[in-house]
């Protein structure tokens, strides 16, 4: 099965999960750090032109250019909890494999492997290796044990103080009761129609079409999730 | 509990909660983030346990994993302890990587003899190393009669030269670490031609008994330079090996651990380029210097950098 979910038990007791990121989104925010690298060197390189090319100017020159090259997603990667400004845009972060924010040593080994994973252009060797194994991990990722998940902001849950309650007529099992409750708390992220045809699927029980049918079972929902 | 009642139970908390994770780094946030850790962990863990819906569970999913990213932030001030990292992890990982550093060493010597003493005897053989106009560059450049005596360059030639040696000696010593992790080949490819330039163009300056300009400059930065090239080549070996032979573990975990092993190493690296950098803007270009005082002072820094390079057994827990 495809899935991104990645679990991980944490020292709090639980598992916590979060979605890993494929080769697209990262591709992306590779790009705009591209442009924002581009724009950085662009500006100190005519900033340091008084400095004079030959001399001072142009060592300070080489020297920024090393560490853009190098050094620029290692020190946004540690500052800015693993995000570098392009993949805070795409709300993704660079995490180890316990989902603790990376630090200077991994973030180190995953950025200078990254030589490797450009070979032979454009980072084919990366793209390769992120679509062989189900964590989207880049050769640099595999070495240091670090990978890229999506820290999104989540959506807030629908307000559902509207619906009035309704017990159902016959008895559901916890996992179909969840369903009936998500199925409230998440339709709104559906189609009307969508929603009508899931609604559907329960009219043998329900015996209600259409609007009505999305409408119990929402009633349903508000029944399961305690409001009385 | 019904889920209704449990939300209410906590809003107000989870509420309090997203607004601290929006400025963690207040201490008033960072206290409240801390004490509640536990008890968001504990409504996740209840929610899954109680099958509460999909989308209560991922969100307090997704602020649980808020609040971990932040508990276990990189802290730049505690992470790198410098002074242990020079007292004992360093030599410690130096003396760890032993072997790969005999043989990145080997590697890189081998060639450089040879094509050294090629280049010594046969005044062409240079010339199927580097192309004309290289030749002729170099020997410009420690040709002993071009060089008026006493001459020195300016300030800041120098700082346009350190940050040319930053540049090019660090990149190539991070490509010859990264080279590693296509089964070592691409740093055993990096130190042969390293060495074989280093030996050709050695043995050729050699021959034209420029001697006294060529050994003077090269001896006091080399220490640090041509170590931290073995260096990196013996962490990028450690990298290729863990590939090929994992062992009892999976190719991927051997892989991981050699990742975290060769740290130490890539800092220590980055520390002596940077100090072979400034040795060899600053220090090795001075022509006014006396030679003696050059081979002295290079003498010294080769003892030393050896003997720190061999301080590292006593660590190692028995």
Not at chain 1, 161 to 169: I, N
Request: hydrophobic letters at 45%; a neutral charge.
């Amino acid at each position: 099965m495809l899935d991104t979910a990645y679990r991980v038990e944490i020292p709090g007791g639980i598992h916590l999960e979060a979605q890993v990121v494929g080769p697209i989104p990262r591709i992306f925010a590779f790009s705009i750090d591209l442009v924002i690298r581009g724009i950085i060197l662009t500006v100190l390189s005519i900033a340091s032109i008084p400095l004079g090319a030959d001399g001072m100017g142009g060592g300070f020159f080489l020297i920024i250019l090393f560490a853009i090259e190098w050094l620029y997603p290692v020190m946004f990667e540690l500052l800015a909890r693993g995000q570098t400004p392009g993949k805070k845009l795409l709300g993704i972060a660079v995490v180890n494999d316990d989902l603790s924010p990376v630090t200077l040593g991994t973030s180190l080994v995953r950025n200078l492997l990254r030589t490797v994973d450009f070979l032979p252009l454009f980072y084919l060797t990366g793209l390769v290796s992120m679509l062989s194994n189900r964590r989207f991990q880049r050769l640099g990722d595999l070495a240091a044990g670090t990978l890229v998940i999506s820290i999104s902001k989540t959506a807030q849950a629908a307000t559902v103080d509207d619906v009035s309650p309704l017990a159902p007529a016959i008895p559901l099992s916890r996992s179909e009761q969840t369903s009936i409750v998500d199925f409230l708390r998440r339709g709104a992220q559906l189609s009307q129609p969508r929603q009508q045809e899931l609604a559907s699927i329960l009219e043998g029980t329900t015996h209600q079409k259409g609007e009505d049918g999305v409408e119990r079972l929402r009633r349903h929902g508000a029944w399961y999730l305690g409001i009385r | 509990m019904k889920q209704h009642e449990f939300e209410a139970l906590h809003q107000a908390l989870w509420q309090q909660i997203d607004t601290a994770l929006e400025k963690p780094a207040h201490v008033d946030n960072a206290e409240l983030l801390a004490e509640h850790y536990l008890s968001l962990c504990q409504h996740l863990a209840v929610a899954k346990e109680r099958m509460y819906d999909g989308a209560l569970v991922e969100r307090l999913n997704n602020r649980a994993l808020g609040l971990y990213r932040e508990l276990y932030r990189y802290r730049a001030d505690t992470r790198l302890n410098l002074y242990a990292f020079f007292r004992r992890d360093f030599p410690l990982a130096i003396y760890r990587h032993r072997f790969y550093i005999l043989v990145a060493f080997v590697v890189m010597i081998l060639p450089g003899l040879v094509s050294g003493t090629w280049t010594y005897f046969d005044e062409d053989a240079i010339y199927s190393v580097l192309d004309g106009s290289e030749v002729r560059h170099m020997e410009r450049i420690y040709d002993p009669e071009s060089r008026k005596i006493g001459r020195e360059r300016e300030a800041d030639t120098d700082i346009f030269m350190f940050g040319f040696y930053i540049k090019n000696n660090i990149s190539v010593a991070f490509r010859c670490f990264a080279g590693g992790l296509l089964l070592g080949i691409g740093t055993l490819l990096v130190l042969f031609f390293n060495g074989m330039f280093m030996g050709s163009i050695a043995g050729h300056l050699t021959r034209l008994d420029f001697v006294d300009t060529f050994y003077p400059f090269v001896i006091g930065h080399g220490s640090f330079e041509l170590t931290a090239i073995v260096f990196s080549g013996a962490a990028g070996l450690r990298l290729g090996y863990a590939i090929i032979n994992p062992g009892q573990s999976s190719r991927l975990d051997s892989l991981r651990q050699a990742g975290r092993e060769v740290v130490p190493m890539l800092y220590g690296i980055v520390l002596m380029l940077t100090i072979a950098a400034f040795l060899e803007a600053f220090w090795s270009s001075s022509s006014s210097l006396p030679i003696a005082l050059k081979y002295s002072v290079g003498a010294i820094l080769w003892s030393l950098v050896l003997w720190y390079s061999c301080s590292g057994r006593r660590h190692e827990s028995r």
